[in-house]
Structures are given as C-alpha cells and as structure tokens.
C-alpha cells in the first residue's frame, strides 16, 4: 500500500481506517491536537443513542475536547443506511472546510467509508411494506432459505453475502422486489466523483494475537463497566428488538440472545468476542483491499509519528496545489 504521488487539486481529507479495537479513535486524537483537523465517526453502532459501552463510544470527555460528527444522531428504533451516512458525513465534511478545516473520518465501518468516497448507484428506496413481507418470510423460513432464494434471483450478490445476513439479504430482495431488477445489475451505473483529495491511513495490525488479546480486555473491560445493565435498558424500552439493525451489532446481538435465555454467562462472552474477531477479520480484509492506503502498525511504537509524517506531507501539498 502506498500513498499516491500526484498533486489533486480538491480540498484535503483524512480517512482513518482500521479494525475494531486497533487505536483508531486515540490516534484520531492526537491528530487532532497537532493538525487543523476536525472529526467524523464511520462507525454503524456509534451513529445509534444508548449504544455506549458495548460500541466503545468515546467517553464524554473525549468527545468534549474532540467531538466527532455522526454520533448519537439516531434512534435505535430507526435504522439508518450507507446512502444516509454518505448524504450526512458530506454535509458535516462541507461545513469542516467552511470553517477552514479539514475532515478526518475515523471509523472501522468498510461500506461506509465505501460509499462515501465511490458513491451509491440508484437504488429504489426503503419500503416498509416490503421489508415486512420479507421479515415475515424470513420468520417462516429462516434466512438461510432466503438466501437461497436470492441466489437463485441475484447470484452475484448472494455471493457477497454471508447466508445469516438478514439485513444485506432483506435489502437485496427489497431491490428486486421494487426494481424487477437485480442489485448486481443496478449497481454498475455511473457514479459521480468524489469532490475531494484523499488520504488513507490503514490501521493493519502485523501481529493478530495482539488484536485478539486486545479484543478480550476491551469486552471484559465493557463487563465490568456495565455493558449488560446498558443492553436491559434498552430491552426496558418495549420497542426495540433483536432484528433491529442496532440490536444486530456485534456483541449487542450477543448480550440480547443471553438475555433471552438462549446460553449462559461464560458462553455469551465467548460467543461475543469470537464474532468481534470475526469482525476484525472481515475488517482487515476490507483494509488489504485498499491498495491506495497508507498501512500502519498500531503496535509500532512509530505509528503515531510516521501518521504525522504522512499528514504533513499530504497537507503540505494539498496548500501548495
């Protein structure tokens, strides 16, 4: 991975990716306090209020010093989408440069970092109607039976698909329902550039058992610190559920089964941190997929600098184009 030599002549940004638990938001940070930089969360948990402990939302001192746009700007009961992410990180990167500052977008969510910097093809929008049809299906079947059905509709897109991924399955059969037309199909359109110059900085760990050991300490911590009384109160609420795609994060599923009944205690949190490495690993693919990032060791001791490095040579010709 290397960072382009060229000089682009759109307004600078900063996309800090990099797998859950890998130091993101600390180095978003110290960024922040040596650059002109402002903050935007990429993560699909943190935009939700009362998802804190268990999404390691920054804590409230940290977002005094630093606030980070996109955060607690959503009801748990109200799903939100790429294509809204896209719309709402443009706006705040919009009024960032209006104040004479730049964007760094910090997060560990692929497809929203995706379709924030390549765009959404057009896609018909959200059907309640239709996404309750297919729930109910789906209730009857099982999403396994529901994938099947997709691959026999759409095999391009049911191959990207995970065969217990109720929300990307829902959304592929809401496409073909309301379109007639493949999401595969319908996503190849054109779509418009990006109005600004880009660099990546890719937090990719070189030794994995220290992310796996960092995963472990950080959910024991997320225990100890009350992550199960913060998933009872949003149980107490009456109106959530499980199939919500807030409830669907990771760990937050978890917490919700073993409230259920459905495991115990020491099953839960093997269960929760095998799918946040799972996560991490679904992550670090996505990051080795972005051949124009600039790949950082978390646990270098360098890390931070060679990070300042990269932003002073990137600003420093971002003002002279």
Known sequence: MQQSQSIDRRAPAIFLMGPTASGKTALACALAEEFPLELISVDSALVYRGLDIGAAKPDAATLRRHPHALIDIRDPARP???????????????????????????????????????????????????????AESAGKLGWPALHARLAGLDPVAASRIRANDAQRIQRALEVIELSGRPMSDLLGGTRARFPYHVLKLALIPARRNLLRERIAQRFDAMLAAGFLDEVKRLRARGDLHSDLPALRAVGYRQAWQYLDG????????????????????????????????????????????????????????????
């Open 80 to 134: 939100y989408s790429a294509a809204q992410f896209r719309e709402d990180a443009l706006a705040a990167m919009q009024a960032i440069m209006a104040r004479g500052r730049v964007p760094l977008l910090v997060g560990g969510t692929g497809l929203y970092f995706r379709a924030l910097h390549r765009g959404l093809s057009e896609l018909p929008r959200a059907d309640p109607d239709a996404r309750t049809r297919i």
């Open 262 to 321: 459905e495991f115990d205690e020491n099953e839960f949190r093997q269960r929760a941190i095998f799918a946040s490495n799972q996560l991490a690993k679904r992550q670090l693919t996505w990051l080795r997929g972005e051949h124009d990032a600039r790949a950082l060791d978390p646990d270098s001791p360098r890390c931070a600098a060679l990070a300042e490095d990269a932003l002073r040579l990137f600003l420093g010709r971002s003002a002279g184009a």
